[in-house]
């Protein structure tokens, strides 16, 4: 089965190499609107073809993976839908309902070879020289639809372990353990962008604490934006958990509650943990 990767930056890209390392059976096109993009891509062997348009690109093919950012997915959605009625369309965005309340707004109730998808995989790095061939091996791929095998079987062919989940509950679980995590880092760093501004000191002291836990902060402002807008409500019924949080530690440290301040930080610690234990 040939494919066509929309977009050609991490996620894309490192689908394109992944497809081409296994030994795919058949074609991987690409196309982004990008020219440095599409030349690096084709440089590096993320896919077999560029064209220079999107029909070119989808000519012939017999799947369509749209990796680009969450507010640009649906016209290109219904574009293929419109235009190339056999091709089987998915998605790699971390918001699903809006992309799909905006295809239903421009289509109606009718009828698209459409799955929502989003693989649960990457780095703060982007653009196709950020691809990694191993990038979805054992990692989640979350699908909001299972009537086409066949991009269930994409998925695992690259060592992804597919999912499914309704869009519902995918936006607000993401809202929580991402969208969330990413706001926090870029706030943060926000933060102490404006201590640094009155002490002219901070940033000189950073370390790998810092490093660390604000890595998510050097992601693509483009797509978070998105992102951020796009699951608003989600986002915003998190955030009302996490000031609580933060609320909770400010009032222990004000009173020097050591017992409870302990309790909250070894709860916490214990709580990560086990997370991280069944992420592995």
């Given at each position: 089965m040939d494919i066509?990767?929309?977009?050609?930056?991490?996620?894309?890209?490192?689908?394109?190499?992944?497809?081409?390392?296994?030994?795919?059976?058949?074609?991987?096109?690409?196309?982004?609107?990008?020219?440095?993009?599409?030349?690096?891509?084709l440089s590096l062997e993320?896919?077999?073809?560029?064209?220079?348009?999107?029909?070119?690109a989808l000519e012939g093919s017999d799947i369509a993976v749209v990796a680009v950012p969450v507010k640009a997915i649906p016209d290109i959605v219904v574009h293929i839908a419109d235009n190339f009625k056999n091709i089987i369309i998915t998605d790699v965005g971390s918001v699903k309902k809006y992309i799909l309340d905006e295809i239903s707004k421009k289509i109606g109730n009718r009828y698209i070879k459409f799955i929502p998808g989003h693989p649960i995989a990457g780095t703060e790095k982007s653009g196709p020289s950020a691809a990694l061939s191993d990038l979805f091996v054992d990692?989640?791929?979350?699908?909001?639809?299972?009537?086409?095998?066949?991009?269930?079987?994409?998925?695992?062919?690259?060592?992804?372990?597919?999912?499914?989940?309704?869009?519902?509950?995918?936006?607000?679980?993401?809202?929580?353990?991402?969208?969330l995590p990413h706001l926090?880092?870029?706030?943060?760093?926000?933060?102490?962008s404006?201590?640094?501004?009155?002490?002219?000191?901070?940033?000189?002291?950073?370390?790998?604490?810092?490093?660390?836990?604000?890595?998510?902060?050097?992601?693509?402002?483009?797509?978070?934006?998105?992102?951020?807008?796009?699951?608003?409500?989600?986002?915003?019924?998190?955030?009302?958990?996490?000031?609580?949080?933060?609320?909770k530690l400010e009032a222990q440290i004000i009173m020097e509650d050591e017992e409870n301040l302990e309790k909250q930080l070894a709860k916490a610690k214990e709580t990560r943990d086990r997370a991280i234990s069944r992420m592995k």
């Open positions: 066509t990767i929309i977009g050609l930056g991490l996620i894309g890209g490192s689908l394109g190499l992944a497809l081409k390392s296994r030994g795919w059976e058949g074609k991987i096109k690409g196309f982004d609107e990008n020219p440095s993009h599409m030349d690096e891509a993320l896919v077999d073809e560029i064209c220079q348009s999107l029909d070119d990692r989640r791929v979350v699908l909001c639809d299972n009537r086409f095998e066949e991009i269930r079987r994409m998925w695992e062919f690259v060592g992804a372990k597919v999912e499914y989940l309704d869009p519902e509950t995918h936006d607000k679980i993401f809202g929580a353990v991402s969208h926090v880092a870029y706030a943060l760093v926000d933060a102490i404006m201590m640094e501004e009155e002490e002219d000191a901070f940033f000189r002291f950073v370390a790998s604490g810092f490093r660390d836990f604000t890595r998510i902060a050097s992601s693509d402002p483009v797509m978070w934006r998105d992102i951020f807008l796009t699951n608003k409500k989600s986002i915003l019924q998190s955030l009302i958990f996490f000031r609580n949080a933060i609320d």
